[in-house]
């Protein structure tokens, strides 16, 4: 009978075993988690805003809030800010990290590419000034920016060892040809969306240099783009500040499945 029981406790040992592993470290003992980034994280588009979060237009629809209802971590800082550059992450955002920190989230290099400045010269100028403007982005993304992403991802993970981080990409904004009336000609949406490429190419280079996991947004918001039917950005909005980033949809359906298909 011995090696018997023997047989069924070491059968029972290694199912317990694969129990342990099949199931996320911050699922067993509730997440630390940390939510960096730009407007993209910080929910800026969907209207609603938390009143200490100032400029930086934090809110309880933004996925890294969303996330946090859900899944009831054991600890939550939310320091993602509109408007943030790579800058601002070391600046601002890395000092919420500790060495307890299990879970991480960041969007961002889309400002250090000139996304704003982009948006305005080819809202108020010629096919050609948009789509010389956006190769200037591309190529300032293809050229400088992957030194400022790597320059922020040493530092979460010299600060955060053993966190898991999952870094978030960006979607194309527009669906081309689509069912848009008047505003940007397809010309300039097809440049636009151009430079969404190129940042998820570079983003995805470097986030993988550093073992880090890259989710794609352009696939999850397909469909969904402006000039779409059922549209998860803002187009031109009021206030303007919440033109061209995605509205509650876009956070819930687009950005909040990216990082629960990661951490469970």
Not at 8 to 35: F, I, R
Not at 116 to 135: H, L
Not at 213 to 231: K, N, P, V
Not at 239 to 244: C, D, G, I, L
Request: glycine residues 10%.
């Amino acid at each position: 009978m011995r090696p018997i029981r023997t047989l069924l406790s070491a059968a029972v040992a290694a199912a317990a075993a694969l129990l342990v592993v099949a199931v996320p470290a911050q699922a067993q003992a509730g997440a630390n988690y940390v939510a960096l980034g730009d407007s993209y994280s910080s929910g800026t588009g969907t209207g609603s805003y938390y009143g200490d979060s100032g400029s930086c237009k934090r809110g309880q629809y933004a996925y890294p809030a969303l996330w946090a209802a859900s899944h009831a971590p054991a600890s939550f800082k939310f320091v993602a800010c509109s408007g943030a550059r790579t800058g601002d992450v070391l600046a601002n955002q890395v000092s919420a990290l500790s060495a307890s920190t299990t879970l991480v989230s960041i969007s961002i290099g889309g400002n250090d590419a000139g996304f704003t400045d982009v948006i305005t010269t080819c809202t108020f100028g010629s096919d050609q000034g948009c789509v010389n403007r956006v190769e200037q982005a591309k190529s300032y993304a293809t050229s400088t920016l992957p030194g400022l992403l790597d320059n922020v991802y040493a530092q979460i993970r010299n600060r955060a060892p053993s966190a898991q981080v999952v870094v978030l990409g960006y979607p194309r904004l527009y669906k081309v040809p689509g069912s848009c009336s008047v505003g940007l000609s397809d010309t300039k949406r097809s440049a636009i969306n151009s430079a969404a490429d190129t940042l998820a190419s570079v983003t995805a280079g470097r986030a993988a240099a550093k073992s880090f996991t890259f989710r794609d947004l352009r696939g999850a918001f397909a469909g969904h783009e402006i000039c779409s039917s059922a549209s998860w950005l803002n187009s031109l909005s009021f206030p303007t500040v919440e033109s061209y980033h995605p509205n509650r949809d876009g956070q819930r359906l687009g950005y909040l499945p990216q990082l629960t298909a990661v951490t469970g």
